[in-house]
T-cell receptor, first 114, second 114 residues
Framework: DVKVTQSSRYLVKRTGEKVFLECVQD?????MFWYRQDPGLGLRLIYF???????EKGDIPEGYSVSREKKERFSLILESASTNQTSMYLC?????????????FGPGTRLTVT | DAKTTQPPSMDCAEGRAANLPCNHS???????VYWYRQIHSQGPQYIIH???NNETNEMASLIITEDRKSSTLILPHATLRDTAVYYC???????????????FGKGTHLIIQP
């Protein structure tokens, strides 16, 4: 079974702190994704990566950066956390294969910024 | 990607088959139908996808009408653990390797009654 793990299920940070969210997958997937999910706004893509050291902006990259130094690990960084970044953060991975959108998600990190 | 329409909620008795409809009347020939679900406080879970033919896996069956304008996800023997929001999405088959984000609509909240 594909396993995607995220470093924390719940996280509370203060405004202005630098926040690191880690995601690890164990299926040798090329693609990895970071989303946030908010009530009424659905799932929104922040960044994705299709290879080591490669990254592409999603729909809402402002205030975030990412790092992919190893194939299995994709990190989301909030440079200076703000209260409007309080959200559920979801990591996903998938094989690089034409026409496939079979993504496997982690359990999510519920981040609260106070 | 073509737009999808799903009922906002459905009930089903435990042990019965749950049939979840999805309308995608503007689907084009190279677009796949994907189904995901999200159990409360968990990450989304891939269920199944198809292009033209009916598909079955260990979780569910997907029935696509001949004109491809609608589909039905069937959970053959629903259990309480199948209570979740079910999302039907349509994605084009391209050469991009699937390195693209998913966008979910509001989905169908399926409630399995004991």
């Amino acid at each position: 079974d594909v396993k995607v793990t995220q470093s924390s299920r719940y996280l509370v940070k203060r405004t202005g702190e630098k926040v690191f969210l880690e995601c690890v997958q164990d299926m040798d997937h090329e693609n990895m994704f970071w989303y946030r999910q908010d009530p009424g706004l659905g799932l929104r893509l922040i960044y994705f990566s299709y290879d080591v050291k490669m990254k592409e902006k999603g729909d809402i990259p402002e205030g975030y950066s990412v790092s992919r130094e190893k194939k299995e690990r994709f990190s989301l960084i909030l440079e200076s956390a703000s209260t409007n970044q309080t959200s559920m953060y979801l990591c996903a991975s998938s094989l690089w294969a034409p026409g496939t959108y079979e993504q496997y998600f982690g359990p999510g990190t519920r981040l609260t910024v106070t | 990607d073509a737009k999808t329409t799903q009922p906002p909620s459905m009930d089903c008795a435990e042990g019965r088959a749950a049939n979840l409809p999805c309308n995608h009347s503007t689907i084009s020939g190279n677009e796949y139908v994907y189904w995901y679900r999200q159990i409360h406080s968990q990450g989304p879970q891939y269920i199944i996808h198809g292009l033209k033919n009916n598909e079955t896996n260990e979780m569910a069956s997907l029935i696509i009408t001949e004109d491809r304008k609608s589909s039905t996800l069937i959970l053959p023997h629903a259990t309480l653990r199948d209570t979740a929001v079910y999302y039907c999405i349509v994605r084009v088959s391209d050469s991009g390797g699937g390195a693209d984000g998913l966008t979910f609509g509001k989905g169908t909240h399926l409630i399995i009654q004991p």
